[in-house]
């Protein structure tokens, strides 16, 4: 399967806007694609104005497919009006050689993941909560990733399949950056994800793959176990939370 992850900046206000068009319109457009296996707009926890809109597709072609033909434009521009349309200003010499401020519109960023076999985790919880969506993206040593894998498999997986409160787990590679995955948990609601991290389980899977990590990982790691050092947050371990804000399965 193939995961393409839209990140975009939404304008102050614009949110249940833009949940509203999502699925009035975008929903049911990607439903008619084919390959498209799953859809859904999440919403960063720490920076609101930050949504993330998710697809699962059958094969990397078929999400290809649904950019080359124009169909991803097409449902851009109907979510453009509430996204921030300026970011940044640029400044330039206009022909008669005078100063100009011109603002320049930021897409959303896209990104394309290749996913390993979906693992359907626990059952869902009795009194689920608002979905949620936890991304933990790792940059890995070069020649590291196939032992990586190996452990995930072993190890990690088993701990999340029996985790109270996880629904699914995916292991995604970077399309083009072969040191680099993200793996993504659906959770019944933010209370558990919350639970499973302070509970100290999330601390002890990451110290399993810990001598993976790139060198400035471990040189991190070292400082914290030295006496009178305080800890230093790595910059090769990035969580995020997500709300899903809408969405829907196509299997």
């Keep these: 399967m193939f995961l393409r992850l839209v990140q975009a ?12 068009a999502y699925g009035r319109e975008i929903i049911p457009k990607l439903q008619e694609v084919d390959g498209c296996l799953f859809v859904s707009l999440v919403q960063n926890e720490r920076q609101p104005g930050e949504c993330v809109s998710l697809t699962l597709w059958e094969t990397a072609e078929s999400a290809e497919d649904y950019v080359r033909k124009g169909t991803y434009a097409r449902l851009l521009e109907i979510i453009m009006p509430y996204l921030s349309g300026t970011t940044e200003w640029k400044v ?6 005078k100063l100009e401020y011109v603002p320049v519109t930021e897409e959303p960023a896209v990104k394309a993941y290749n996913v390993s076999p979906v693992s359907p985790a626990s059952p869902p919880s009795e009194n689920p909560g608002p979905l949620y ?7 890995f040593r070069p020649g590291k990733m196939e032992e990586f894998k190996d452990l995930y498999m072993r190890r990690i997986l088993p701990v999340l399949n029996v985790t109270k409160g996880c629904r ?19 959770w019944d609601s933010k209370e558990f994800a919350d639970e499973y991290e302070s509970s100290g389980t999330f601390n002890a899977l990451v110290h399993q793959i810990g001598h993976l990590l790139s060198g400035l990982y471990q040189w991190k790691m070292s400082l914290e176990n030295e006496p009178g050092r305080s800890a230093v947050t790595s910059e090769d371990i990035s969580v995020e939370g997500y709300s899903v804000v809408t969405g829907k399965s196509f299997l």
Excluded: C, F
Aim: aromatic share 4%.
């Design 92 to 97: 330039h010499l206009s022909p008669d050689q």
């Design 168 to 186: 699914y787990a995916y292991l995604t590679e970077e399309a083009n950056e072969r040191d680099e995955v993200i793996s993504m948990t659906i």
């Design 133 to 139: 969506v936890r991304i933990l993206s790792l940059r």
């Design 9 to 20: 900046k939404v304008k102050p206000g614009r949110v249940g806007d833009l949940s509203a």
